[in-house]
């Protein structure tokens, strides 16, 4: 039997939504996953290392990147390019590993144009009040800084429909286990199955003209 490639996760949420915590949860405690490193031309905030958080590169080496079509996906996104290496993750998914794409909604819609048996999550906290809450509780914003985001998040609340499903971050443990759960489950949907399928179905085949 073949092993079995790894699906492609496109993981989204509001600024506050807690992505970044709750793929470090699922990366920690499962090793099918791998987190994609995207690259951007803006600048590096403070403690972000290259390679790490993002690649950090020129606005023209970005787009010669765009034209050497090593993107995946690209967006433009608040005056600055995020886009996501193709390499890695075409490399990930041949290892059978389950690659997240920690991106904003242009580049999830431009994935699953490309990849229709990609996996589309859309991560919120229990509700507005609660997002704006917790922009708050982080005490590293301005005031006009939150209201940016929460009016970002408005905007952002109206593309939802296009996600597979949304999950709310209430409890992180809880949110790591119900995301794997769904990535699990998307693993057995017979479209992402369909090299099995059709090795069960020659096999089959087989039986039947040799009993003929
Ligand atoms: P930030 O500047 O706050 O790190 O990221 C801004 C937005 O860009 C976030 O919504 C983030 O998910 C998104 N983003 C990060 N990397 C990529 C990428 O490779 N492609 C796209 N389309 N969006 C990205």
């Known amino acids: 039997m073949n092993v079995q490639k790894g699906i492609l996760i496109v993981l989204s949420g509001f600024s506050g939504a807690g992505k970044g915590t709750l793929v470090k949860g699922l990366l920690k405690k499962y090793d099918e996953y791998a987190l994609s490193v995207s690259m951007t031309t803006r600048a590096p905030r403070e403690g972000e290392r290259d390679g790490v958080e993002y690649f950090f590169t020129t606005r023209e080496k970005f787009e010669e ?8 996906e690209y967006a433009l996104y608040c005056g600055n390019y995020y886009g996501t290496p193709r390499a890695y993750v075409e490399e990930q998914l041949a290892a059978g590993k389950n690659v997240i794409l920690e991106i904003e909604i242009q580049g999830a819609l431009k994935i699953k144009e490309k990849f229709p ?87 089959l085949k087989g039986f039947v003209k040799g009993a003929e």
């Open 65 to 72: 990147t765009i034209v050497n079509n090593g993107l995946v």
């Open 117 to 203: 048996d990609s996996l589309l999550i859309f991560v919120t906290p229990p509700s507005g009040a609660e997002l704006k809450r917790r922009l708050e509780k982080r005490g590293t914003e301005s005031a006009e800084v939150i209201a940016r985001r929460l009016a970002r998040a408005a905007e952002e609340s109206e593309g939802i429909e296009a996600y597979d499903y949304i999950v709310i971050n209430d409890s992180l443990e809880e949110c790591v286990e119900e995301i794997h759960r769904l990535v699990d489950a998307a693993r057995r949907a017979p479209v992402r199955r369909k090299e099995l399928i059709g090795e069960i179905r020659e096999e």
